[in-house]
């Protein structure tokens, strides 16, 4: 990677199934076998039932703006000079606890009018061989 190219991430064992889902631009989440708990991070045990299976579905990519900021500078050259970015944590209406950090793609003339509760849907980039899910406004 360039210095001046936006980072792309890696796929690990344990979050392989998410980035194969997005490649497919579908939102893919784990799922506790035993509670149907969905979780944005893999886990080794569920939080809910302490349950240690798990498998992976398709979630709609509808939720809500539990929280959001406005990221004005960043550290990293990829992203210089492309203006704030607004990174929001989504409350996924399958599931209240399950909260995704993702870009939430606005224009600036948007900014005042963010909330939280706002509703979103998942929309994906392709960057590379990895598609990245970030959000819209619905």
Not at 79 to 100: A, H, S
Request: hydrophobic fraction near 35%; charged fraction near 25%; charge should be negative.
């Amino acid at each position: 990677m360039g210095a001046d190219e936006k980072p792309i991430p890696v796929a690990t064992d344990q979050d392989r199934p998410y980035w194969e889902g997005a490649k497919e631009h579908k939102l893919v989440l784990q799922r506790c076998t035993s509670c149907s708990l969905l979780s944005a991070e893999p886990r080794v045990v569920c939080p809910r039932c302490q349950g240690t299976e798990f498998d992976w579905t398709q979630v709609s990519g509808r939720g809500v703006i539990h929280s959001y900021g406005i990221l004005r500078q960043s550290p990293a050259p990829g992203f210089r000079g492309e203006g704030p970015v607004v990174l929001v944590k989504v409350q996924i209406d399958e599931e209240p606890t399950c909260r995704i950090t993702a870009n939430l793609l606005v224009d600036e003339s948007q900014y005042d009018d963010l909330d939280l509760d706002l509703p979103v849907e998942v929309t994906f980039e392709d960057r590379g061989d990895v598609t990245l899910p970030q959000f819209k406004l619905a």
